[in-house]
């Protein structure tokens, strides 16, 4: 089953190679069949598992090699129930956004001043650049599955830079009209990131002697004074809070989001914030549970205020792409506020919501990137009636809006219920204060998302909408929806299939960090 | 699994399977739409009807998600009464079925509206037949979305998607409170199971304190779906949605659920007698607001809104006086002759093609049908014997006029007193507009169309509503020795501790045990009521009685302006917030970041002026180590 592991990560780095040097077609069909194939190997790790050891992070299969024997850097691999689910979504999601590459490549921007970028006369210079998208996305992927199954900490990091420049380059070059300063915005924001990471891994392993996150997770921060761990969680926190993102260290993702072609927002939103709130339960929370004790109110206080201004922006907000980027601010608020809370129904809260995040939130940008290649904008202003015009994508751009608004049944409503739930049983005067704000956010993400469906949806067909074709949806975009939908779904029926998974790891870690 | 909880479990999974694969339909394939909706509404009446026969409780329940502290749970708990209200929700689900595939009969999103029918049903069956609060809250609130997109149905009334985003949201912020008082419960029983947690309060597990602030937070939610003062706003504007919908949401399903969710945890609140104040003066106050608002409304539906609106409060002024029996049984009379009183209205609205009663009148001939059993409706809304509503609201007032003593008008807490009077001057008020809307429609001069019956998939669901419209009063007669006889259920009983400690529980009815001095008035008032209304009309039959009113009358027909005031105190001052963030969030955070960055490429152009011919990466480098140095510095000085 190591096997496995390795090929999660080896396949999807072969295929971006074949992908960029193979011709365009060829190569975007080779790079779609990588993804696949690392999506089959992602799902087959459930099979046959075994929690490893008796610690904290008990690994279903691993693999522990040398890599600098004289740094005692170590190549440590490993999934556990914890990773599993995210590393599922990030194949399942690469897989949909090659293949809907295959189908439909993103014409990349010019830069011609005085041509409105996104209109129509730009429309006929298609390229046989896909290919290059194709093999950037996988080199994503292989970036955020490395981050998901680092088990050493320094590997981890490494892992967590690699993503960085690819998704610049897929800003950059097929975004929308303000792409440049939009991608340049993401990766300084993201390097400013990286930096406070390094500097808290260098913080842990300096002070700890070690890299392993099994051992490290396993002492509890035993071994580093208070101070250190306050320090070291301080660093940690900044650097993920910035990918998650947590308020106010958000103004990065609207603007990447927004710019960013259609698979690029999908994976964005869908699978790289989650390296922020996975790091943080996993790495920050992981290695140095003092300092999170210290810290976690404050992380609460602002995990909240997320809810709150990323619910409030939203219903001010007239773009729907710039809208559902705001939304996510909110939704990772709860992930957020529910590993604040450092209990075991607030981390199952964080987990099953990470999951339901990456699912409507992947759905919605698919859905806000049909429209807008049809309709030829996002403005709220210049939509309307589209049930009128294209009933099916109506109907799914619905579905997607209420599961995102967290109606009970769908998978978004697990997560934050709970993280309410959590804060009330956290207890105290401040965590109450929290729970109800947070339980407010949950209405006003209602009112924002029937204000996005009353603009978009209802009403007569305006012009923009009047003149969008296709009114049907492509065979390709059912395809790479309809698992978005089912999924949505069945965890909201059946939220067990994340939470059955998660919930013996999470009890180990809060075992573990429990003093 | 027993007989009777296999059927418990039928009752929201058919509906709700046929509405999920409903919504894959082809909106042409009409045929396959509505024979998908009849069959599982007619399945899960049948199961309802079963479970009734069979009088057993259905109880069940499996593991759903294990999260961390506390465990949820998916189950049944069907005993006779929820059973009765499954039969009241499954026969209005199927009639409406029936009526729309007529009604709707050139819409060309039948498909989906008959699925989303089928969710509605679903939906609603989940909170009766839920043994968890977490499963009640997914039912709850499914509801509440099916009722947005069915609101929003109708794409030629430029007012239905505003109203289909009200009901959803004013719903939704009484959730808030639901949410909280659910979460309050869970964590103080470590459960959610309704049944442990009725049993840790009674054990004084959940201290009385909880009990008490979930209540009230719950009634925030209840207030919401049940349409209760002040969150009731949304229900007049619900009207947007097509007739049948309006019968479905006002007969059984959405304001049913409210009631039906405090009669559930009726020993929780029995607990709380804050809660069950608060709930009083709610319903006094919606009551009469109710009722008077449907006085000088001009659209047929929305006087049959409002009086849906004043007639909840009479379950809750049930509640509120302790006898959850007489606020079920107003739940299932007001099911029959609400739902009755729907559809008939939608077989006048598609006769004189209009809604309004200023354009009807003279509408008898013709539609006899429609006629008597809208007669028969409204006798039974203004509680005229023995039509079924008249048993049902006795048993209400004679509920209040008992109070917590027991002894008619004995030592009366206020707010039992208050419902009481509420209640006897509503009863006038409802008498009053009900011949209203009886005599404008259908006697003196046509101002409008003539008119016809309707075809006969419409007409039958009116025929077979006013069967319980008027005998439904029998069930007053059922014995209430047997342990499952219908009204002998008393949750209350089960938890002595609540009844010893506030005398609770005891609110009785039946027809030889209602007080005849409470009669007396009651039927009193009615007659007035009625005559009033004749009387004003007989002077000049066309115009309307409502003149009378005078002024007040166009206060009560904008429903005491309370829409402005909500609009002034919610609605605006959060739009102005989310203004106010929004500008925050662009000038103030993301300009502090651009900022920096500007000032951090100005200090690089000015250092690099400094620096030039040092190469470029050994300033990287020794930046970086003075960076870490930095760091190591701080961690060796905080160690």
Redesign the interface.
Known sequence: MTVLLVATLAVPALGALAAALLPDRTGRVVGTVAAALAFLASVALAFGREPGGTGAIRPWHQLDVPWAPALDLRFHLGVDGISWPLVVLTTLLTLLCCGYTVWRVPVPGVDRPGVDPGGPAEEARPDDRGRYLVALLLAIEVGILGVFESLDLVLFFVFFEIVLLPMYAVIAVWGGPRRRAAATKFVLYTLFGSVLLLAGVFVVVAGAGTADLVTLTQRGGAGLGHGTQVVAFALLALAFAVKSPLWPLHTWLPDAHTEAPTVGSVILAGVLLKMGTYGLLRVAVGTVPGGARTLAPLLGVLATAAILIGALVCLRQTELKRLIAYSSVGHMGFVLLGIATLSATGFQAALVGNIAHGLLTGLLFFLAGALKDRAHTGELDRLGGLREVAPGLAGLLAFAAIGSLGLPGLAGFWGELFTVYAAVRHGGPLWMVLAVLAAVGGALAAAYFLRLLRRVTHGPAVNAVVGLRPTALAGAELVAWSPLVLLALAVGLAPSLVLALTAAPVHALVTAVTP | MSLPTVLAVLLPTVPGAAG?AG?LVR?AARRTAAALGIAATAVALVAAVALTALRQTATGSVT???????T?HVGVRVDPVAAAVAVAVGTVALLVQVYSVAYLDRDD?YA?YAAQVSLFCAAMLTVVVASDL?QL??G???MG?CS??LI?HD?TL?E???AA?KA??VT??G??GF??GV??L??GADSFRIDDVIRAAASGELSHARVTAACLLLLAGVAGKSAQFPLHTWLPDAMAGPTPISALIHAATMVAAGIYVVARLYPLFLGAPAALTVLGVMAAVTMLLGALAATAQDDIKRVLAWSTVSQLAYMAGALAAGSDQAAIFHLLTHAAFKALLFLAAGSVIHAAGTNLMSRMGGLRRGMPVTFWTMTVGLAALAGVPPFAGFWSKEAVLDAAARGSSGTVLASLAPVHLLVLVAGLVTVAITAWYATRLWLRTFFGASRGAAGHEPARTMWIPLVVLAVPAVGLGALTLVPRTTEFGWFAYAPARHFGVFTAASGYGRGAFGGAELDPVVVAISLAMTAAGVLGAYLLWRRDTAADPARVLGRAGALFAAGFRLDDVQRALVVRP??A???A??LG?ARV??GG??GT?RGARRLGRTLARLHTGLPGYLTAVLAGAL??GL??V??GG??
């Open positions: 999920l919504l909106p759903l998600a294990d999260l961390g502290d506390v949820v999103r989906p977490i809250l997914v709850w609130e499914v979305i947005y997109l929003a794409r430029p239905a998607p505003a985003v959803f949201l939704r912020v959730d808030v949410w909280l979460i309050l869970g964590t959060v739009q917030v989310a203004t963030v929004w969030d955070v993301d970041v651009t960055a960076v870490l760091v190591a701080l961690v905080v160690r």
